[in-house]
């Protein structure tokens, strides 16, 4: 995404969430490279609207029907040479087909999984890896967030895509400083997220039963969900 002047990002909700966060340290870290960004949104109420605030980021939200229209016109006529970034969601893909007909756009598709978690997971999660298979060939590239997706999508056939990139999640240094460290932790392992299938909380459970039963090992282990 070389040379890029102006850049969307499609968050479609800006509440509490990892598609949410990778969102906005993307848009953070992009202006921080004077690239002009702007916010694409289905509802922008949330906490991430507060986050948004202290960056002088444009939020574009279809929070209630006029708003719906004005979100629809922008959509619709996003400036020639624009960059979109479309991140992990079922919406993602609803919106990408309506772009189908803007050539002079670069769109770029966003996965934070591998291919078995959207296939193991809701029928949503199904909808949205096959149409995006679809898409892909109107796609400019693809970003990952971690390796192993990135490896994963790269031996399917559809993944001809020269630019493709790996962006990895981006982690605050602030969160995790010496004073944090240096406080007596309570648990060995701590588990965040949702309590569904393809976060793989079934993994770490299989994970502790073998430390378990193989080597008489029993972290004292948090989930928060």
């Known amino acids: 995404m070389d040379d890029m002047k102006k850049i969307y990002i499609f968050i479609p909700f800006l509440n509490f969430g990892g598609v949410q966060e990778l969102g906005y340290k993307l848009a953070v870290g992009f202006k921080s490279e004077n690239i002009d960004v702007t916010i694409l949104s289905l509802n922008s109420n949330g906490l991430y609207k507060d986050k948004f605030k202290d960056t002088n980021i444009e939020i574009i939200a279809a929070n209630n029907f006029i708003h719906s229209l004005v979100f629809l016109y922008k959509l619709l006529f996003i400036p020639i040479d624009s960059k979109i970034l479309f991140l992990p969601s079922y919406y ?51 970003i990952f967030s971690y390796r192993g997706a990135y490896e994963d999508f790269s031996m399917l056939p559809f993944f001809s895509i020269v630019d493709s990139k790996i962006i990895y999640h981006p982690v605050s240094d602030v969160f995790f400083n010496k004073r944090n460290i240096d406080k007596e932790c309570l648990y060995d392992l701590l588990y965040a997220g949702r309590i569904e299938h393809e976060k793989g909380l079934h993994v770490l459970i299989e994970a502790l039963l073998i430390l378990k039963n193989k080597y008489n090992l029993m972290p004292k282990t948090a989930i928060l969900g």
């Not at 966003?110 to 949205?128: C, E």
């Not at 149409?131 to 892909?136: E, R």
């Open 92 to 142: 993602s893909s609803i919106i990408g087909f309506l772009l189908l007909f803007r050539f002079d756009l670069d769109l770029y598709y966003v996965f934070d999984r591998k291919i078995s978690t959207f296939l193991n997971a809701s029928f949503y999660g199904k909808v949205y890896f096959y149409t995006i298979k679809m898409l892909s060939r109107f796609a400019k590239g693809f």
